[in-house]
């Protein structure tokens, strides 16, 4: 059989299943609605405890909402950057399918911008949708019903010298000068009293250059992640006060551990410096890759790797260290804030037993694995993610779902899969888009695993499909194919570059993704393969 003859019969399946997914057979069910209370996490790759990305971090919040959960254990982002992974998951359109490979708001995205999101689907079916903290990127909020606490993305406190933002002094240079926002980390107390005057020197809120009062740690404002979790908690009581029961969307969103990677001096002190433990590494590794020469200007991974270690005297172990416990702390902050929570959700049974609820992220995150320290890259340790989804544990789910709480889903899916699984058990009607101009809805509904982990029947593809933006393509529908694809079955990971480089990782053997195979005669085959997988996910050939 001819390649192009093997991705012409796969796109028509495809197609096929497509059609099933997405059209108005996608809800099968009649039962009475259901509430949802969707968690967002930004730059939070696979350390929880549940899925063993790190040995040391503490989760237990997560820990325990994963105990009533299903656990995608193979779960990717679709875009491992804020914008446009978020345009995708609320829309349910892949990123290929827009041209939205960069940082263009959803409501300016040729595209995606005739599509509806997926609160104004909620909307449309009497739901009363509510939100706070960073979902969309940028937090344009008419989609909304009711918002919570406006901070512009919520990356605050930075510090303010009294002329710019900049790093705490505790971060030595050049990695300081990388800015106020991937340029720095520490404790809160390592920025000094702030005594919240608007125009002085210290904290201040983002980028909008707000106050944020510091005294010390018992006497200072709130993070916005804290006013995030305080407002959901208190709305959950209103909404369980209502006399008139109207189902809810409730999106929550958590900025930690994006940077910069403050938190409370407490949570630092859980990782003892000397204590901790780093991500496995290969000297090495970088070589067989070919991520370099696609990004010519070497991404800011490698960029900011090299600087890290730079400002340690190349002492690589110490860097790392310092620049882990940040984040491991800033883990552990935003767990407590989930803690919170789904704690007042459980206080309200009226409210708990019909509401399901979504835990995910944006993107993963690279910690000095193949000398790389950020986002953007088309590796594990930036496209995998975590997603737990605990169904509603009250009459609307049937007493098949009692059985297989705290189980886990091994099958590769993605963040695309997320709108039409809520359309599903939401039991939403309406077209996803606002005109025949906005993109065909990408994914398929999560339910068949939701109620059977080890189900064979699922529609959706082989493997979960991950895009690393080419700029230079953005917004071009005729180069797609010229994107850098990165694509993850159960036993491995494919990528192949907009240059036509290819790198392969079979996971059985290689968790790490350390040894490149994929220019091996006897992988010929499964390159070929997954290749055409891809090609049948994105309607071209590469």
Known sequence: MSKKLLVSLSLIMLA???????DSDLVKHSEKPQNVLLIMVDDLNDYQ??????????????????????????MQTNTPVC?????????GVYPHDSADFGWTAKYKQPVLKHNKTIMELFNENGYFTLGTGKLMHGNKTPEWQEWGNEVRHNYGPTLFDGKKLTATKNVPAPFRDIGAIDGSFGRLSEGGVSVGKKGEAGWVMGWTKAPFRYLNENDRDLLPDEAHAKWASEKFAELANKKAKQPFFMGVGFVRPHTPLYAPDRFFDMYPLESITLAPWMKNDVDDTHFNENFPENGKGLKYYRTLVASYDGDREKAMKVFLQAYLACITFMDEQVGKVIDALASHPSLNNNTMIVFTSDHG???????????NSPWE?????????????????????DKVTNTTVEHPV???DIFPTLVDYANLKGDHRKNKKGGKLGGFSLRPFIEDPTTQNWPGPNGALTVVGNYANSGKEKHVAKQNYSYRTKQWRYIHYSNGA????NHDDDPHEWNNIAAHKQNQLIVKQLKNEISAIIGQDL
Do not use: C
């Not at 995150?365 to 986002?375: C, D, H, T, V």
């Not at 930036?382 to 098949?400: D, E, M, N």
């Not at 290819?502 to 990782?505: D, G, P, R, V």
């Open 49 to 74: 405890g549940v899925f063993g990305g790190h040995p040391q971090v503490k989760t237990p919040n997560i820990d325990k909402l994963a105990s009533q959960s299903i656990r995608f254990t193979n």
């Open 381 to 401: 340790e930036s496209a995998r993610i975590p997603l737990l989804i605990r169904p509603a544990i009250g009459p609307v789910i049937s007493s098949a779902n």
């Open 414 to 416: 993605s963040l695309i």
């Open 16 to 22: 096929s299943l497509q059609a099933t997914a997405n």
């Open 502 to 505: 290819q790198e392969l990782y």
């Open 365 to 375: 995150w690279q910690m000095g694995e193949k000398n790389y320290l950020f986002k």
């Open 83 to 91: 914008q446009p992974s978020r345009n995708s998951l609320f829309t």
